[in-house]
């Protein structure tokens, strides 16, 4: 059933906002049932107020189901270790941007697409070069994205299904060249220029870690394990990043500006950053002998120390995510020789602990993606500082799916939410010579 053309199946009464004030009750296809608000302040004269959103419905949307009781989570109606398991990176942009997974003949055409846009500009070299070498890769990324727009004029009338295409094509191709660029920039190695012999994941790889003055061998382990990773981090329904795109998208502004406000927001260390702190919680922990302190603290209530890679927001079990990772994880550690790395070596201890400690378990702190992907990343060469770029390469592709779906929604409008306002009531002004001195709020 498509929740968009999904009738109002029942009406309910909220008692303490006065009389006269039914709503439309929404029935998805999956999950929680909601109220239809929008008459609230109309027809009772109150907002709500709904700090994070967490219980907020902000679009009708087909995409991602999420289930966090029950740890589900679905791409249009397909499960996350199917997909994985059967498909590579572009089947699943494609099943994201279209609804279902392609049949052979469009994954050749799309995957053609996406092969022959997956160059810049060359003056977008020069570009990259106005910036510091010790630029974080994130910041490159959301500045180089958001100047897309400035090298490709064609393609951005986004009530024009053409043109959407044409740009969801252009987005998802260039974004690993442009990490990628990104990353070379950062070491003072040559940019490496994508291969159309290549399939997506293998020329991401190779744009990250070729050098022109050797051939570069792919290990087929670690090309398995980074199609799950950037799989499983292709979408997530409405998070912080997802929400960003859709909001700034509501203004009509053109995709590679809401793209780049997207990457903005995942740079966050509560949400695409998390993964970058799995390693650099690893890295001070130091040594197996310390685990057992740093448990310890875990534990410890009153110490407001927090073990990063163990439970999350949404799930309340295990992460089906960090389910399907773990197997690719285990391949590739053995794959490139790494299950003596005295770093991994703790985290498989860590992850030991959290599956078999009554604490962990009885809070369901269960290891997450991010301590899944963070392994994998590190075992196949992936610097720390490149960790939140490559999920935001991943993420392009269910960024332009809900950009789309909330471009072609006829019922959307520009975000504007309510306030509660705690303010000052009206105040006369003061003269400067009769000001007193009061402490600034930012300095």
């Given amino acids: 059933m498509d929740p968009q053309s999904t009738p109002d199946a029942k009406r309910s009464s909220l008692p303490s906002t006065g009389a006269g004030n039914d709503f439309p009750v929404l029935v998805p296809t999956n999950g929680p049932e909601m109220l239809d608000i929008a008459d609230l302040h109309k027809n009772t004269g109150v907002c709500t107020l709904d700090i994070g959103l967490m219980n907020t419905g902000i679009c009708k949307s087909s995409i991602t189901y999420v289930n966090g009781d029950e740890g589900i989570l679905r791409y249009r109606g397909y499960s996350i270790d199917e997909l994985v398991d059967n498909s590579d990176y572009l089947d699943v942009a494609w099943l994201l941007l279209n609804g279902d997974l392609p049949t052979p003949g469009q994954k050749a055409e799309f995957q053609h697409n996406i092969t022959y846009h997956s160059m810049v500009n060359e003056q977008m070299v020069f570009f990259l070069r106005g910036f510091r070498r010790d630029a974080h890769p994130m910041a490159v990324m959301c500045g180089m994205t958001g100047a897309l727009s400035a090298f490709y004029h064609d393609g951005l009338d986004i ?24 990353y070379k920039y950062s070491i003072g190695q040559p940019m490496v220029y994508p291969r159309n012999d290549l399939d997506y994941v293998s020329n991401f790889m190779q744009m990250l870690f070729a050098v022109p003055c050797e051939p570069f061998k792919l290990n087929p382990a670690g090309v398995r394990a980074f ?19 859709r909001s700034v998208g509501s203004s009509r502004a053109n995709p590679y500006a809401c793209i780049a406000a997207g990457i903005a927001s995942l740079w966050g260390p509560l949400h695409g950053g998390a993964n970058e702190g799995v390693l650099q919680t690893l890295n001070e922990i130091g040594s197996i002998e310390n685990i057992p302190a740093v448990i310890k603290r875990a534990k410890d209530k009153n110490d407001p120390y927090r073990l990063m890679g163990f439970g999350h927001r949404v799930y309340k079990t295990y992460d089906p995510r960090a389910k399907v990772l773990r197997r690719y994880c285990y391949e590739v550690l053995e794959a490139y020789g790494k299950k003596d790395d005295p770093l991994l070596k703790m985290a498989l201890e860590l992850e030991r602990i959290a599956l078999n400690d009554d604490f962990f378990i009885e809070r369901k702190l269960y290891p997450n993606v991010d301590f899944y992907s963070g392994l994998i990343l590190k075992t196949i060469g992936i610097p720390l500082s490149m960790f939140t770029a490559q999920f935001a390469v991943a993420r392009t592709a269910g960024w332009i799916a809900h ?12 975000v504007r939410p309510r306030q509660l306002y705690v303010g000052s009531d009206f105040r006369p002004f003061v003269p400067p010579a009769e000001r007193t001195e009061h402490k600034p709020l930012i300095g």
């Fill in 159 to 182: 009530f024009n299904a053409d043109d959407r295409k044409i740009v969801a094509h252009r987005l998802i191709a260039k974004m690993p060249t442009i990490a990628a660029m990104a």
């Fill in 227 to 245: 199609n799950a990773v950037l799989i499983v981090q292709a979408d997530h329904e409405q998070n912080a990043s997802t929400f960003t795109v």
């Fill in 403 to 414: 950009w789309n779906e909330m471009i072609t929604d006829p019922a959307v409008k520009i």
